[in-house]
């Protein structure tokens, strides 16, 4: 040992003796205290929770801290449903189906996938970004919203000039707008899919409309949930179809997935 | 006794006594004194006098080795640092950067990807097992070729090529990398052990023989052999092993527009499953229409 530094001390901070939740809680067995004999979820009981009630339902109570509403229920239930697979062609699946052919162990399929679904763009960072936004900006008149929004980009590619608004691969992409439709109509939607549906209306003449992101945050914020529960509550949607695709293929030789060759490797010389 | 016989039931003993403390063998901080790595003092003794790839080998093994051997180490990182997109755990990282995620998570996401048993860090452990194993047979009398008969023999999945870990490579035959670290190895001043004396005599029968030979893999883990590491530490260091390269892919398409890598169209997808169908009525509904 070889060390001592003058100058530096600790902050002398009281922290908390015990972990802090008050999702859950465990109740120990009389004779082991390591071991939970009942488990409460925001004080329902887990066994009585698996008897009565369903996933969705559950889902909803363990982040929002009462149980939904039937029509509440069904329109998470609905969402889920329109986020449980970002298609093959997605990024985030692109990326579980390349560590699948790539023989990666399974168990970090999803993990991965989910880290690639977090990006700012069409991932869980813009339905975060998209939620704060309509928290923003919901008392605004959309045809007001769209006069402020920079909706001319000198960049190349899609432009997006509120989070969960803008243009894919170069149009509107029709299935967002689908889904907010069906999910717009349902009991339980609020005004921030409405206000969504309008700003979607002013935004098609530019050539730009709903992007999925945009109906996740839509959708969670009429249902209470908060921003910063936006990003991981999309992962977790969209987890499923994520798996699936990196399992479909993890059995398949690497010649089962497009592997450009040298004629389609071009490197650019600087 | 509880059923394996060798603790009563609810003997809670052991996690009591872990309960609420940390034990560290490999060092920690002393708030206003040092941090200690195994007894070096980090900002006195290792910042700015051994190299990272000395105290990767330290935090990791606990021994902190010559400088030589982290540069050897260093080395074989550079070998796995390609910034090709093509490669499975580099494409990650480009989809990352297509979908402006973090750099650290491109990273992340691509060092988990190469945790696979075809590439990367993910094949070392057992390279590392298959040349310790065979150098120990290959003392007690079997020749190269017995062990290459035997290994090639091994059960495996049905429909699984024979393979050896450690040799032959997705995409391409040979690996240029075993050269270029030969190369290094002879630069640096290391002499050839009896793991890579072997690796390289098994690489001989298997190219003469099966026209396959000895991956970089299989190399570093035979070198490695002979420096005194057992496989699962040759696993552990080499953890981070394609980061780099990730790194450059992710980097590369951050730069580029969003999507903008390798876009498909829906006709790019070969879909093979069932062709579009009306969705069957709930099983109630079905309950109550009348039978036909």
Same mark, same amino acid.
């Given at each position: 040992m070889n060390g001592s530094r003058q100058g530096v001390e600790g902050r002398g901070e009281q922290f908390a003796s015990g972990v802090p939740t008050a999702l859950w809680l465990e109740q120990p067995t009389p004779h082991n205290p390591y071991l939970a004999e009942r488990c409460y979820c925001q004080g329902y009981d887990l066994l009585a929770l698996m008897a009565g009630r369903s996933f969705v339902e559950v889902l909803y109570l363990l982040f929002r801290g009462e149980l939904p509403s039937p029509a509440q229920a069904t329109l998470l239930e609905r969402l889920m449903i329109a986020c449980i697979n970002p298609g093959p062609r997605h990024g985030a699946t692109r990326a579980a189906m390349n560590a699948g052919i790539g023989r990666t162990q399974r168990s970090h399929l999803l993990p991965i996938a989910l880290t690639v679904l977090g990006?700012?763009?069409?991932?869980?960072?813009?339905?975060?970004?998209?939620?704060?936004?309509?928290? &923003?900006?919901?008392?605004?008149?959309?045809?007001?919203?769209?006069?402020?929004?920079?909706?001319?980009?000198?960049?190349?590619?899609?432009?997006?000039?509120?989070?969960?608004?803008?243009?894919?691969?170069?149009?509107?992409?029709?299935?967002?707008?689908?889904?907010?439709?069906?999910?717009?109509?349902?009991?339980?939607?609020?005004?921030?899919?409405?206000?969504?549906? &309008?700003?979607?209306?002013?935004? &098609?003449?530019?050539?730009?409309?709903?992007?999925?992101?945009?109906?996740?945050?839509?959708?969670?914020?009429?249902?209470?949930?908060?921003?910063?529960?936006?990003?991981?509550?999309?992962?977790?949607?969209?987890?499923p179809g994520l798996l699936a695709h990196g399992l479909e293929v993890a059995r398949q030789p690497i010649t089962a997935m497009p592997f450009p060759d040298a004629e389609h490797y071009v490197i650019e010389r600087e | 006794?509880? $059923?394996?016989?060798?603790?009563? *039931?609810?003997?809670?003993?052991?996690?009591?006594?872990?309960?609420?403390?940390?034990?560290?063998?490999?060092?920690?901080?002393?708030?206003?004194?040092?941090?200690?790595?195994?007894?070096?003092?980090?900002?006195?003794?290792?910042?700015?006098?051994? $190299?990272f790839f000395q105290v990767l080998v330290l935090n990791t093994v606990g021994r902190l080795p010559e400088r030589r051997l982290a540069e050897w180490l260093e080395a074989s990182f550079i070998c796995l640092s390609w910034p090709d997109a093509r490669i499975w755990c580099n494409q990650i990282g480009t989809l990352t950067g297509a979908l402006r995620g973090s750099p650290v998570a491109a990273v992340a996401a691509g060092c988990l990807a190469a945790d696979s048993r075809m590439y990367g860090p993910g094949v070392l452990e057992a390279a590392g097992r298959f040349i310790q194993q065979a150098q120990q047979r290959a003392a007690a009398g079997e020749s190269a070729e017995q062990l290459v008969a035997t290994a090639l *023999? *091994?059960?495996?999945?049905? +429909?699984?090529?024979?393979?050896?870990?450690?040799? *032959?490579?997705?995409?391409?035959?040979?690996?240029?990398?075993?050269?270029?670290?030969?190369?290094? +190895?002879?630069?640096?001043?290391?002499?050839?052990?009896?793991?890579?004396?072997?690796a390289l005599r098994l690489d001989t029968v298997l190219a003469r023989d099966h026209a396959e030979g000895i991956n970089l893999a299989g190399y570093v883990a035979a070198f490695l052999a002979d420096q005194g590491f057992q496989p699962t530490e040759i696993y552990r260091l080499y953890s981070a092993w394609v980061m780099s390269g990730v790194q450059a892919c992710y980097a590369e398409a951050r730069e580029r527009p969003a999507e903008g890598f390798l876009p498909l169209r829906c006709t790019d997808i070969h879909y093979q499953g069932p062709a579009p169908r009306p969705l069957p009525p709930r099983a109630e509904e079905a309950a109550d229409r009348p039978a036909p």
């Open positions: 990006g700012d763009h069409l991932g869980g960072g813009e339905v975060e970004a998209a939620m704060q936004q309509l928290s &923003a900006r919901k008392g605004e008149a959309p045809s007001e919203v769209i006069t402020t929004l920079p909706l001319a980009d000198p960049s190349a590619g899609d432009h997006h000039p509120l989070p969960g608004f803008g243009s894919r691969y170069g149009g509107i992409d029709p299935l967002p707008g689908a889904i907010a439709q069906q999910l717009a109509a349902l009991p339980a939607a609020g005004p921030h899919l409405a206000w969504g549906e &309008a700003l979607a209306q002013q935004l &098609a003449p530019h050539n730009m409309g709903w992007l999925l992101p945009g109906v996740v945050a839509a959708t969670l914020a009429d249902l209470g949930f908060e921003a910063r529960q936006g990003a991981g509550l999309f992962q977790l949607l969209a987890a | 006794m509880s $059923s394996n016989g060798s603790r009563a *039931a609810d003997d809670t003993r052991l996690w009591d006594e872990a309960r609420g403390v940390i034990r560290s063998r490999k060092g920690g901080w002393v708030i206003g004194e040092a941090v200690y790595n195994h007894g070096y003092s980090m900002m006195e003794e290792l910042v700015g006098q051994r $190299s *023999a *091994a059960p495996r999945p049905p +429909g699984t090529r024979p393979v050896i870990v450690g040799y *032959a490579r997705p995409i391409a035959r040979g690996d240029e990398r075993v050269e270029a670290m030969e190369r290094v +190895g002879q630069a640096l001043g290391f002499e050839r052990g009896p793991h890579l004396d072997l």
